[in-house]
């Protein structure tokens, strides 16, 4: 069962959380804590982590090996005398050995108290995105988080409408660890003439029944048929004001740090051909879920649905999203530029005036 306090964070959910979107309704009491509350110490964090696992994870056969697992290493004394941060990095890589998994981990939640669920670090802290027009008809959108705050989502608004009439859009999502799903549904209308569907996203049905709906009230989600016991909805890019940008060259720049909600963005503007996928493979950290309190100043994230392409079921766990044209990450907006027609000279000029810092770059961490 899930914690009432729990945090959405997509891979849309901190920075590198994933996919966000909002605190979850209050749930009922938690079952686990009269199965757990025999144990004590270690063994009760990590006896509620298995029953989290067990219960919640969206793949349940995955679910029920990562709890065999922390119930006998518990058993054996594996965590005994451990503490903190020790403890969460223990108990992270012995889950990670079971099954490697995006998002899954655990951590030291220290402004947590008793029975609370941590809070989500906010992508509001730091700059939503930096954009510009870089050359005549092509607007340059550097995404490096997705926030949730209104200031933000608002300022994305007003870039996007100033360079509406651009011929060509570059969306760097090269430095961008994931975020949240209000700066998803910001940009879509603007590259869609017509509503049009990107993504399916499914959790677990029980999720629902103890959150009263896991994934945001929105719009551009709508529930559709669900089987093997998953509530499923598609994510849908809503129709927005008519503006060029909806006939526009789309470039989206990757690297082994695009991740969780900047995949999934990726990924949408791939599958549904909107887009030319220019730099490396990405990250591959799709299951979207939320922080869950555990027992001794400890949280996990537990991963609790996966984003598909509605059409083939594929999603991009562990795989990444491979790029139509494959370039070394630091090169990708040179190249998108040359194949929009630049001179090498120019592109290679405004790609340096504009690149990441290299360990921007780096391969998406979960707990980075």
């Known amino acids: 069962m899930l914690h009432s306090a729990k945090l ?3 891979a849309l959910l901190a920075l590198p959380l994933g996919l966000s979107a909002q605190a979850a309704p ?5 079952p686990v804590d009269a199965a757990c509350s ?7 964090t990590a006896c509620e982590l298995a029953f989290h696992l067990k219960n919640d994870f969206i793949h349940p056969e995955q679910g029920r090996a990562y709890a065999a697992m922390l119930r006998t290493r518990a058993a054996t004394g594996a965590y005994d005398g451990l503490d903190g941060e020790a403890l969460a990095r223990r108990m ?19 402004a947590a108290g008793a029975g609370a669920a941590p809070e989500a670090p906010r992508l509001a802290a730091r700059a939503a995105f930096t954009g510009a027009r870089i050359a005549q008809g092509i607007a340059y959108l ?11 989502v608002a ?18 999502l090269r430095a961008n660890g994931g975020g949240q799903f209000a700066s998803l549904d910001a940009i879509m209308p603007w590259l869609f003439a017509e509503p049009t569907r990107l993504v399916a996203m499914a959790n ?12 945001p009230k929105t719009a551009s989600l709508r529930e559709t048929a669900g089987s093997d016991g998953l509530a499923v909805r598609e994510h849908w890019s809503l129709k927005g004001r008519k503006s060029a940008l909806q006939q526009a060259r789309i470039y989206v720049l990757t690297s082994p740090r695009t991740g969780s909600a900047a995949e999934h963005l990726a990924f949408a503007l791939k599958i549904t051909e909107r887009a030319l996928v220019v730099g490396e493979t990405t990250g591959g950290a799709n299951h979207f879920g939320g922080m869950t309190a555990l027992h001794g100043g400890l949280a996990a994230f537990v991963p609790l649905g996966r984003t598909y392409d509605p059409v083939t079921g594929e999603d991009w766990e562990g795989r990444g999203i491979a790029p139509h ?4 990450a630091a090169r990708a907006l040179e190249v998108a530029l040359r194949l929009n027609g630049l001179s090498a000279a120019k592109a290679r000029k405004l790609a340096a005036d504009h690149a990441p810092d290299p360990a921007e770059m780096a391969r998406w961490q979960s707990a980075s």
């Open 8 to 10: 959405l964070s997509l």
């Open 92 to 110: 992270t890589a012995d889950l990670l050995a079971v099954a490697p998994d995006g998002h899954l981990r655990v951590e030291v939640a220290p």
């Open 26 to 30: 209050a749930a009922p009491a938690n």
């Open 325 to 328: 044209v494959a370039v070394p």
């Open 155 to 172: 300022a994305l608004q007003k870039f996007l409408s100033r360079h509406s009439g651009s011929d060509t859009l570059v969306l760097d």
């Open 38 to 44: 025999l144990t004590e110490g270690n063994a009760r």
């Open 204 to 215: 677990r049905t029980h999720v629902d029944e103890v959150t009263g709906g896991f994934l």
């Open 142 to 152: 550097r995404l490096d988080g997705f926030s949730d705050d209104a200031r933000d």
